[in-house]
């Protein structure tokens, strides 16, 4: 293990070490904040709990999913025709930028009145939400990629999905796998923002009924898996990058 990861756990550690302590001295309200001890144990209990696995936990990790695997394969083919037509990228462009200020959320009611009420609309918000950054940080890629591979390509009469495989693709892909792993941090919050709203189900539903229902310790539970969550899918897919720029080294 390197030296910043040493480093980064052990802030991590000293932080949550003088959280307990502040919890459990009553620096802090305790009817607003819960000792991180509490909210693990509470996490472990609600992960035990069969229903809670399938209808919150397993609602939101398909949901999670899906909009991830929607806005990465799209993302990347919309991200291809906007760097294989000057025109498109330079109209296209600026209203990408815009779609983080639409409040996607609003607009969940259209999208019941059009799917029906489930997953589907969480999907696609979820999806609608972290696909620019994919199309973006893919376009961004392909359009940076140095010329002398592209001459190198052509020299060795390389066909055009050939070219994809072999230059475009792994010269893009520090660009690519930025635009994704945004794209998974963005569905993540798509997600779980838009259960916490507009939805019966899921985890983010169960974040908002918690707090309307002034359960602080089943609240920070969940809130605690939804970190895990993150951690677990930014750490999965470091590992992926690692691997695959190795290999393209």
């Given at each position: 293990?390197?030296?910043?990861r040493v480093v980064q756990i052990l802030?991590?550690?000293?932080?949550?070490?003088?959280?307990?302590?502040?919890?459990?001295?009553?620096?802090?309200?305790?009817?607003?904040?819960?000792?991180?001890?509490?909210?693990?144990?509470?996490?472990?209990?609600?992960?035990?709990?069969?229903?809670?696995?399938?209808?919150?936990?397993?609602?939101?990790?398909?949901?999670?999913?899906?909009?991830?695997?929607?806005?990465?394969?799209?993302?990347?083919?919309?991200?291809?025709?906007?760097?294989?037509?000057?025109?498109?990228?330079?109209?296209?462009?600026?209203?990408?930028m815009l779609f983080y200020a639409i409040?996607?959320?609003?607009?969940?009611?259209?999208?019941?009145?059009?799917?029906?009420?489930?997953?589907?609309?969480?999907?696609?918000?979820?999806?609608?939400?972290?696909?620019?950054?994919?199309?973006?940080?893919?376009?961004?890629?392909?359009?940076?990629?140095?010329?002398?591979?592209?001459?190198?390509?052509?020299?060795?009469?390389?066909?055009?999905?050939?070219?994809?495989?072999?230059?475009?693709?792994?010269?893009?892909?520090?660009?690519?796998?930025?635009?994704?792993?945004?794209?998974?941090?963005?569905?993540?919050?798509?997600?779980?923002?838009?259960?916490?709203?507009?939805?019966?189900?899921?985890?983010?539903?169960?974040?908002?009924?918690?707090?309307?229902?002034?359960?602080?310790?089943?609240?920070?539970?969940?809130?605690?898996?939804?970190?895990?969550?993150?951690?677990?899918?930014?750490?999965?897919?470091?590992?992926?990058?690692?691997?695959?720029?190795?290999?393209?080294?």
């Amino acid at each position: 293990m390197s030296l910043h990861r040493v480093v980064q756990i052990l802030i991590v550690v000293l932080l949550l070490s003088l959280y307990e302590i502040a919890t459990r001295m009553l620096w802090l309200d305790p009817f607003t904040f819960t000792p991180f001890s509490t909210m693990f144990m509470n996490m472990i209990e609600s992960l035990s709990n069969p229903d809670f696995l399938t209808n919150h936990f397993g609602i939101t990790a398909l949901e999670i999913l899906a909009s991830f695997i929607g806005a990465m394969v799209f993302g990347i083919l919309l991200g291809i025709i906007l760097w294989r037509s000057d025109l498109a990228h330079h109209v296209l462009q600026p209203y990408l930028m815009l779609f983080y200020a639409i409040p996607f959320f609003a607009l969940y009611p259209i999208f019941i009145s059009v799917l029906g009420v489930g997953p589907l609309p969480v999907i696609i918000i979820g999806m609608l939400f972290s696909m620019p950054a994919v199309i973006t940080n893919t376009a961004i890629g392909f359009r940076e990629i140095r010329k002398s591979l592209v001459k190198v390509g052509y020299s060795l009469n390389l066909s055009f999905r050939q070219m994809l495989i072999h230059i475009y693709f792994p010269a893009a892909w520090p660009f690519i796998f930025t635009g994704i792993k945004l794209a998974a941090a963005y569905s993540i919050i798509g997600v779980i923002a838009t259960e916490f709203i507009l939805s019966s189900r899921g985890i983010g539903y169960i974040i908002s009924y918690a707090y309307n229902n002034f359960d602080i310790k089943g609240m920070y539970g969940s809130v605690l898996l939804v970190i895990m969550i993150a951690l677990v899918v930014n750490f999965v897919l470091g590992l992926i990058e690692n691997k695959v720029y190795k290999r393209n080294m």
